[in-house]
């Protein structure tokens, strides 16, 4: 995505890690974007205006009250002028302020003043960064549909080590060219009601054991958060699981086994517009399972097990038109023959092919490879991509996809 002639606003916030900004504000401007930036008082002690107007090509704006300013309204034309607003380094600070309307200097009153599209670059101390307060800041800010660009893990300045670096330069300018890309998009899944099945199910033995298997729910949890981002009404059900999503889902359905999770997706799905299964739904369950401990036997023991019964392929059977379809399918050998099968066997849209062969796909990874196939033949190998960027990928097939039924 091209940002030429693309007008952005950068604000910086007093933390160290502002040095960086001056990278990514190079960055903007030799893709031939309009760059202001905008300081808080406090980032003026980490970088310098001389510095910022020397990148950007224009004067910097810090001063709410400064009589050089020409109409004392300079917050408000910035957001008329902006088309985008980055926030790098978004401080503890800044947070706090922005989630909770206060406007007390030229970057949080811009902000009170902006309703186009935001992006932050949170960096801070671990502990601040994971401080209740912060989180729901950002959960808050998330929930309005402000872009957030996850700390990272590293070395920070108070020289531990820990969550909390910012992003790097070249990160943020991708995530800018994206949401530049996002805005061009069909919007198509804006309002659209979709099942989400994600996370592991738990299959009782008796009150203390079960079976499950090895789902982090990480990858269920990227794809809530990108159709949530899109404006589609997300209707979650799912394992339990360490993860959760970063947004706030329509409805939050947790269930534990696979019986569960069939009542729930079932019930659900003819109000539904689309279903992403990515659950790892246990295919065999306890034939009876015990309501007392089972005690300690004296040669081993036969655990007999019945067949679940399959969520994807009942939603393909009673899949209306206008009703799309994706399931996943996780293979070892044979992945793409498998694929195509289960696609063709399950009535479905759209799978989503995994590899356990592949580097950087697996279980509670942050990365995966996938390879998307669709009903019309499309086979789409992609790139191995962090799953937030996958669940974009994702996404943009859906609306593909749907466009055609
Ligand atoms: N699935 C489901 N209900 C089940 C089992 C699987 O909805 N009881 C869904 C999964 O959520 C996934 C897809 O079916 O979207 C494929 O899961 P997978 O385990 O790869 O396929 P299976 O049908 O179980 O086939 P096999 O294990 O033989 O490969």
């Keep these: 995505m091209s940002l030429r002639g693309k007008r952005i606003i950068v604000g910086l916030g007093g933390g160290i890690a502002a040095y960086k900004t001056l990278s990514l504000v190079r960055l903007l401007v030799k893709a031939g974007a309009q760059v202001?930036?905008?300081?808080?008082?406090?980032?003026?002690?980490f970088v310098t205006p001389l510095s910022l107007s020397t990148l950007s090509g224009h004067a910097v704006y810090v001063d709410l009250f400064?009589?050089?300013?020409?109409?004392?309204?300079?917050?408000?034309?910035?957001?008329?002028?902006?088309?985008?607003?980055?926030?790098?380094?978004?401080?503890?600070?800044?947070?706090?302020?922005?989630?909770?309307?206060?406007?007390?200097?030229?970057?949080?009153?811009?902000?009170?003043?902006?309703?186009?599209?935001?992006l932050l670059a949170p960096a801070m101390n671990t502990r601040m960064y994971r401080h209740s307060a912060t989180q729901e800041n950002l959960r808050k800010l998330r929930d309005w549909g402000v872009e957030v660009m996850p700390a990272e893990t590293g070395g920070l300045a108070c020289g531990c080590d820990g969550e909390g670096r910012m992003a790097e330069p070249g990160q943020i300018f991708s995530r800018v060219e994206s949401l530049f890309a996002d805005s061009s998009r069909t919007g198509i899944l804006k309002g659209k009601k979709i099942l989400v099945t994600a996370g592991p199910t738990v299959e009782s033995i008796d009150p203390v054991r079960y079976i499950s298997n090895h789902s982090s729910g990480l990858m269920g949890c990227r794809i809530a958060d990108e159709l949530t981002r899109r404006g589609a009404e997300v209707h979650f059900v799912h394992g339990p699981m360490r993860f959760a999503p970063e947004r706030t889902v329509y409805e939050d359905i947790p269930v534990s086994s696979a019986g569960q999770m069939f009542t729930e997706s079932v019930s659900l799905w003819p109000d539904m517009d689309m279903a992403v299964l990515s659950a790892a739904v246990a295919?065999?369950?306890?034939?009876?399972?015990?309501?007392?401990?089972?005690?300690?036997?004296?040669d081993g023991m036969v655990l007999r097990l019945v067949k679940t019964k399959d969520i994807l392929q009942t939603l393909g059977q009673e899949k209306k038109?206008?009703?799309?379809?994706?399931?996943?399918?996780?293979?070892?050998?044979?992945?793409?023959?498998?694929?195509?099968?289960?696609?063709?066997?399950?009535?479905?849209?759209?799978?989503?092919?995994?590899?356990?062969?592949?580097?950087?796909?697996?279980?509670g990874c942050a990365t995966n490879k996938v390879t998307f196939l669709a009903k019309d033949g499309t086979v789409r190998p992609m790139e191995c991509k962090d799953k937030e960027a996958v669940a974009s990928d994702l996404a943009d097939c859906m609306e593909r996809s749907y466009a055609l039924l």
């Design 283 to 298: 295919d065999y369950t306890p034939a009876e399972p015990s309501p007392e401990k089972i005690k300690k036997q004296e």
């Design 66 to 118: 400064s009589p050089g300013n020409e109409t004392g309204t300079e917050h408000v034309s910035y957001a008329d002028w902006g088309e985008l607003l980055v926030v790098a380094p978004a401080t503890a600070d800044l947070l706090g302020k922005f989630a909770n309307g206060i406007a007390d200097n030229a970057l949080s009153t811009l902000f009170n003043a902006f309703d186009k599209p935001v």
């Design 36 to 45: 202001r930036c905008v300081c808080t008082p406090a980032a003026l002690q």
């Design 321 to 363: 038109k206008r009703q799309l379809l994706v399931g996943f399918a996780l293979e070892t050998r044979d992945e793409l023959e498998n694929a195509r099968e289960k696609l063709r066997r399950k009535n479905a849209d759209l799978i989503v092919l995994n590899s356990l062969r592949d580097q950087g796909a697996g279980f």
